[in-house]
């Protein structure tokens, strides 16, 4: 689990490297999971929506928000009228979970590219 979030961090690099000083700052992974935990999901999902705009990636912008705002929408309404008694940080929890594990692996990870050089290994995205 924590290879797979270096990995990704790592092939990162090479994808910010081609883009324009100020494109170029992106919200980390620990940075949106802490606010989908803290604040709401709704919160860690337009920070994600905003790094795949900064990459280019504009055809997972819209699942991303869609997302957030749905998430959002139920937990109120499942919170007032079903059940109050489960606390606003287990419903934080399982959206930053659904944002960490699905979006984040399936809309900005698409491919990883493993290449083997002489100056050793390197991990790249691809679009």
Known sequence: MEE????????????QSNLSEQEAELYSQKAIDGFSLLMAPIFGSVMF????????????????????VGYF??????????????????????????????????????????EKGRSGNRLSLQH
């Open 4 to 15: 797979t979030n270096e990995t990704i961090q790592s092939s990162l690099v090479g994808v």
């Open 49 to 68: 929506a905003m790094n795949l705009k900064r990459l280019n990636k504009t055809e997972g912008v819209y699942p991303v928000i869609t997302f957030g």
């Open 73 to 114: 929408i139920f937990t109120i309404y499942f919170s007032e009228n079903v059940s109050d008694k489960i606390p606003v940080h287990l419903w934080n929890a399982v959206g930053s979970l659904a944002l960490h594990y699905y979006f984040w692996k399936n809309i900005l990870v698409t491919k990883l590219n493993f």
